[in-house]
């Protein structure tokens, strides 16, 4: 089994910035991808940004404000949020899919992290 965690939500004002982290314990042998989604009062599931052993990739609606980072083993995470917009407002998961050591992929979901947006 594997635990994920995000943190840093709050409340900031237009035109600020928030740094989220995502950390990931537990049955570990390597993760795939860590990413980021949101749901906002338009959208149940919204993509922000992912990165995989393959690349990064950000949603559109973020493209230019927001920057993914990991550490080397993918485990921990952070978004970094700037310009932040009324619309950015919402809870933010932290998405990973890891193999466990019998090498078997899962995706785990942590519980969300409240962002506000507000003057």
């Known amino acids: 089994q594997v635990q994920v965690t995000e943190s840093g939500g709050e409340t900031v004002q237009p035109g600020g910035s928030l740094r989220l982290s995502c950390e990931a314990s537990?049955?570990?042998?390597?993760?795939?991808?860590m990413g980021w989604y949101r749901r906002t009062r338009e959208k149940e599931r919204e993509f922000v940004a992912q990165i995989s052993k393959i690349g990064r990739n950000y949603g559109d609606s973020v493209k230019g404000r927001f920057t993914m980072s990991v550490d080397n083993d993918m485990t921990t995470g952070s978004l970094q949020m700037n310009n932040l917009k009324p619309e950015d407002t919402g809870v933010y998961f932290c998405?990973?899919?890891?193999?466990?050591?019998?090498?078997?992929?899962?995706?785990?979901w942590g519980q969300g992290t409240e962002v506000t947006v507000s003057s």
């Open positions: 537990g049955d570990i042998f390597t993760v795939n991808a």
């Open positions: 998405h990973v899919n890891s193999a466990d050591h019998q090498l078997k992929s899962r995706d785990y």
